[in-house]
């Protein structure tokens, strides 16, 4: 169950939301390195149980204790990556802010662009409907208007097939005004207090099975 539940949070973190998150920068890529954690613990942890049934089954104490230490290993590794969550948080929360205003500013080139950066925040103004950092005005003297001379990128627009789409135009009716980086900062809490949660409610489930394991192991000794 505790392996289940693992590659459940791994996958979702890897493949869901927290993907959008990438934008932020190094101190966000805590949420899928973790994320990766749990799949791999996962793994491991649903054959460990049945090493662990076929110990108590065939009254191996080989079996049992490598079962033991290694449910062990995993758990003490789930309060670490839980406790790692609860301490990068903070920091995507009151750092990362202006680094990602002016790395935006600085890197952001535009619709379409083949760089990784630039599709990366295409897809997060499109899929959260937000337009920049903070806001719309964060493209204006960027490098993307300098080049462009458009006051905002087409991803900001509410639909990128009308006229009024025009990287001009900056009227409710047209583009999303309102920032990106509010709405990042909720998915990172949201995927943080999961991956923690996960973690420790995994470690609690491994708990009694370690206890008869362990009593298992001393009861056939």
Not at 87 to 101: G, K, M, N, Q
Request: charged letters at 15%; glycine letters at 10%; hydrophobic letters at 45%.
């Amino acid at each position: 169950v505790s392996g289940i539940v693992l590659l459940g949070l791994g996958v979702d973190v890897t493949h869901g939301e927290a993907t959008l998150t990438a934008v932020l920068g190094a101190s966000s890529a805590y949420l899928q390195h973790v994320g990766r954690l749990c799949l791999v613990l996962g793994t491991v942890a649903i054959p460990l149980g049945l090493v662990g049934w076929y110990g108590a089954t065939t009254e191996s104490r080989g079996a049992l204790l490598f079962c033991f230490l290694s449910t062990v290993i995993i758990i003490i590794v789930e309060v670490a990556a839980a406790t790692v969550v609860l301490a990068f948080l903070p920091i995507v929360r009151d750092v990362t802010l202006e680094h990602t205003f002016v790395t935006l500013r600085k890197n952001y080139r535009g619709y379409n662009e083949p760089d990784d950066y630039s599709t990366q925040w295409n897809l997060v103004m499109e899929k959260l409907k937000c337009c920049g950092v903070n806001n719309y005005t964060d493209f204006s003297g960027s490098n993307f208007a300098k080049t462009t001379g458009h006051s905002y990128p087409r991803d900001c627009c509410k639909n990128m097939g009308t006229a009024a789409c025009d990287g001009r135009n900056t009227s409710t009716a047209v583009i999303h005004r309102g920032g990106c980086f509010s709405k990042l900062l909720k998915i990172t809490k949201a995927q943080s207090f999961m991956l923690c949660g996960g973690s420790l409610g995994a470690a609690v489930i491994q708990l009694p099975g370690i206890l008869a394991t362990l009593l298992l192991f001393v009861k056939l000794g």
